[in-house]
């Protein structure tokens, strides 16, 4: 039994129509399969870079307490500068003190 020629010539388009439907299935996976490689690049790219900020994280927190550290020693070394220039302010009223004794006292030899 013979198709009609309208029946043969649909059936070719239905065909053609399928076939170009698996040729853009096919382009349409390769480029998933691309955007996945790139997405498992930039992944480990991300990866990479959450290392190197932990890294830099911890770097910080070191500097910080180095810093603190500092601050204290600086703190306690202006103490003794203070406590210091009081005893030096003290001797220099000690010796403005003698100094006016041996002026007003004694004649100079």
């Known amino acids: 039994m013979a198709l009609p020629v309208d029946v043969q010539r649909k059936l ?23 955007h996945g490689n790139r997405l498992d690049e930039l992944a480990a790219q991300l990866e990479t870079m959450d290392t190197q900020l932990a890294a830099n994280s911890e770097q910080l927190r070191s500097h ?25 302010q003290e001797m220099d009223t000690k010796l403005d003190i003698i100094i006016s004794m041996l002026d007003d006292g004694s004649p100079r030899t």
């Open 12 to 34: 070719r388009q239905l065909d053609n129509d399928v076939q170009s439907i698996y040729e853009m299935l096919a382009g349409i996976a390769g480029t998933q399969t691309r």
């Open 64 to 88: 910080g307490e180095q810093l603190a550290a500092n601050s204290e020693q600086l703190r306690s070394h202006g103490e003794q500068l203070a406590s210091h220039g009081g005893r030096l």
